[in-house]
């Protein structure tokens, strides 16, 4: 019951923020990925979703694009869509990918 409760409050906070904008841009990782074959704790491992989580628990369209990378690594971008408006998504992604190259 208290998970339900949960995603029904982030489902509204997601509802409140697009009260002004089309889509949300946010870190898709807090830090930048890890490195093939490197051996990460799994608390690292779950906190690395720590921005991917209240997203999908409300039900938002979203999708991670390439944004950037540092020491060889790639950062992500996640463009997060209204509900129920997942074919704005992926023109915003591909545009966005355009513009950074």
Do not use: K, W
């Not at 999708?63 to 020491?71: A, D, I, K, L, M």
């Not at 950062?75 to 992604?93: K, L, N, T, W």
């Amino acid at each position: 019951m208290a998970q339900s409760i949960d995603c029904h409050s982030q489902s509204i906070s997601f509802d409140s923020a697009f009260e002004n904008v089309d889509v949300l841009i946010a870190p898709t990782m807090p830090t930048p990925a890890f490195g093939i074959g490197e051996l990460v704790d799994p608390l690292s491992q779950y906190l690395a979703d720590v921005n991917t989580v209240p997203v999908d628990l409300a039900g938002v369209p979203p999708v991670s694009v390439p944004c950037g990378s540092t020491h060889g690594l790639p950062i992500g971008m996640q463009i997060i869509g209204r509900f129920f408006d997942e074919s704005r998504i992926p023109g915003v992604a591909a545009a966005v990918e355009q513009d950074m190259g």
